[in-house]
T-cell receptor, first 115, second 112 residues
Framework: AQSVTQLGSHVSVSEGALVLLRCNYS??????LFWYVQYPNQGLQLLLK??????LVKGINGFEAEFKKSETSFHLTKPSAHMSDAAEYFC?????????????FGTGTSLTVIP | DGGITQSPKYLFRKEGQNVTLSCEQN?????MYWYRQDPGQGLRLIYY???????QKGDIAEGYSVSREKKESFPLTVTSAQKNPTAFYLC???????????FGDGTRLSIL
């Protein structure tokens, strides 16, 4: 079974600073990878997805993520943080399990943006 | 606009009571899912359905039940057997596995 690890349950950055949210997965076979964002009391919204095409994936709101097979990582970045980026971010993996495809979510990283 | 509608947004349950959370989608998606979200634990899968009249248990199905009589609808019942039901419940759908999941805005369930 897959596992998804998000390092750092809370990340704080200053407005305008680089945002880096870390995600590592456990499979030796590249899975499908996703990043979602959740604002308070709302559902999750897809930011971007990796499906074995380009290793650098661009998403909405200026976010991008790079798939690194050697590091089994899919870290999310944004060059310049905006106040509106404050939210919870989830990394997710879709993989072929024993009972069919499974979808696994990380435990989330809460991003705080300091003015 | 296509999307997923969850209702109600807030729900209160009394001891020994079953409650049903509604989830409707008009995205023509085959797969639907129910997740439970607790602080600091991310999302945990309760049940999922790949096609009408078929559904599978997820990681924490005990105390919950579902039905999938229509493609558009996937209601979740929280039974009295679920001793700790207070949580935020999210419904999602997708075209299929390996496809992005689309989420509703959630139902927050609390105990009276």
């Amino acid at each position: 079974a897959q596992s998804v690890t998000q390092l750092g349950s809370h990340v704080s950055v200053s407005e305008g600073a680089l945002v880096l949210l870390r995600c590592n997965y456990s499979s030796s076979v590249p899975p499908y990878l996703f990043w979602y964002v959740q604002y308070p009391n709302q559902g999750l919204q897809l930011l971007l997805k990796y499906t074995s095409a380009a290793t650098l994936v661009k998403g909405i709101n200026g976010f991008e993520a790079e798939f690194k097979k050697s590091e089994t990582s899919f870290h999310l970045t944004k060059p310049s943080a905006h106040m509106s980026d404050a939210a919870e971010y989830f990394c997710a993996v879709s993989d072929q399990g024993n009972t069919g495809n499974q979808f696994y979510f990380g435990t989330g990283t809460s991003l705080t943006v300091i003015p | 606009d296509g999307g997923i509608t969850q209702s109600p947004k807030y729900l209160f349950r009394k001891e020994g009571q079953n409650v049903t959370l509604s989830c409707e989608q008009n995205l023509n998606h085959d797969a639907m899912y129910w997740y439970r979200q607790d602080p600091g634990q991310g999302l945990r899968l309760i049940y999922y359905s790949q096609i009408v009249n078929d559904f599978q248990k997820g990681d924490i199905a005990e105390g919950y039940s579902v039905s999938r009589e229509k493609k558009e609808s996937f209601p979740l019942t929280v039974t009295s057997a679920q001793k700790n039901p207070t949580a935020f419940y999210l419904c999602a759908s997708s075209l299929g596995f390996n496809q992005p999941q689309h989420f509703g805005d959630g139902t927050r369930l609390s105990i009276l």
